[in-house]
């Protein structure tokens, strides 16, 4: 027995002193890191290579030096959007969102600088945030729809979300499902936040405009995967569908990226509060039994089942 516990003993005390190493030279290679970073922006280098060692210096958590190194690459560059980018980053996480907010904004006035000028879209959804966060509401409004703006098919796709709404409201869910199929998501996470929002303030008809088509996106994007796999595939409904899809862990992941529960909960909340209850109770069904047991928008829509109510306005500022 004493023997058992002497090699216990010493086996932890081993775990101890590897652990230690591995710590240590972990932070020797972070410190060499920095220091490397530290001489860089005193050199004669690219300002794209500037970018790398802010970017760096960013993910190390060392803000100040990611701050100096970017400052220097507008200081060489003149006009250099994607360091004030990077800035606003840094004033977001230290929590100052107005400097953050001056920072995109100056970042947005030479967006036609952008080495990727579908950064563009990336900026203004974190301006967005930085007005969602400081409870800027109508600029957060504003700010998204100048996203969905840039979407060159903004016309045809509002036609197709009216006839997707008239759809499902008339003919239920399944069948609004089974006749639409829209692929692209660039514009999803733009439209599911109008569409929160719109609930929120208590437009609920332009709420359930905004929401339908994140969710066709999805499951579109589902069944054309399915599809591929499988080469016969066909559609029943939407809730074995959504079934199908979660036992594909690459979709799965896809939901859950998109917020696909969080848009379905909120699509039944404004059908309710628009007076289709039984629409609404059909849609909290669903996610009662696809999302997770202890989930938000379970836990949610098992209290809509029980006892449907309006989520309190909220006013804008």
Same mark, same amino acid.
């Given at each position: 027995m004493k023997n058992n516990l002497c090699r216990i003993f010493i086996f932890s005390l081993l775990l101890i002193f590897i652990s230690a190493a591995f710590v240590s030279a972990q932070d020797l290679r972070e410190q060499e890191k920095i220091k490397k970073i530290e001489e860089s922006y005193r050199l004669n280098i690219p300002v794209w290579l500037l970018y790398e060692y802010g970017r760096q210096a960013y993910e190390l958590g060392e803000y100040g030096l990611a701050?100096?190194?970017f400052r220097e690459a507008i200081d060489r560059a003149?006009?250099?959007?994607?360091?004030?980018?990077? =800035?606003?980053?840094? *004033?977001?996480?230290e929590g100052e969102y107005n400097l953050a907010e001056k920072q995109y904004l100056k970042a947005l006035e030479y967006k036609n600088d952008l080495y990727v000028i579908e950064e563009e879209i990336d900026l203004l959804y974190s301006l967005a945030e930085i007005y969602r966060k400081t409870d800027q509401y109508g600029k957060y409004e504003k700010t998204l729809i100048s996203v969905i703006e840039n979407d060159s098919e903004i016309r045809i796709n509002m036609n197709l979300?009216?006839?997707?709404?008239?759809?499902? !409201?008339?003919r239920g869910i399944d069948k609004m499902f089974e006749l639409y199929r829209y692929e692209k998501t660039k514009y999803n996470s733009a439209r599911t936040g109008l569409g929160i929002f719109y609930y929120r303030t208590g437009r609920y008809s332009e709420a359930e405009i905004n929401l339908i088509l994140p969710l066709v996106s999805v499951a579109t994007t589902g069944f054309n995967y399915i599809y591929d796999k499988t080469a016969n595939y066909e559609f029943t409904?939407? =809730?074995?569908?959504? !079934?199908?899809?979660?036992?594909?862990?690459? =979709?799965?992941? *896809?939901?859950?990226?998109?917020e696909f529960f969080q848009t379905l909960y909120y699509l039944a909340a404004s059908l309710y509060a628009d007076g289709f209850y039984d629409s609404a109770s059909e849609i909290w069904m669903i996610i009662t039994e696809c999302d997770k047991d202890d989930s938000t928008w379970t836990k949610r829509s098992e209290r809509q089942l029980e006892d449907p109510f309006i989520e309190p306005v909220i006013r804008q500022r």
């Open positions: 701050s100096r190194v003149g006009i250099a959007p994607e360091a004030e980018i990077w =800035l606003a980053r840094i *004033f977001e996480n979300q009216y006839s997707m709404i008239d759809v499902l !409201k008339k409904n939407i =809730l074995s569908h959504i !079934k199908r899809m979660l036992e594909y862990p690459e =979709l799965s992941q *896809f939901l859950e990226t998109y």
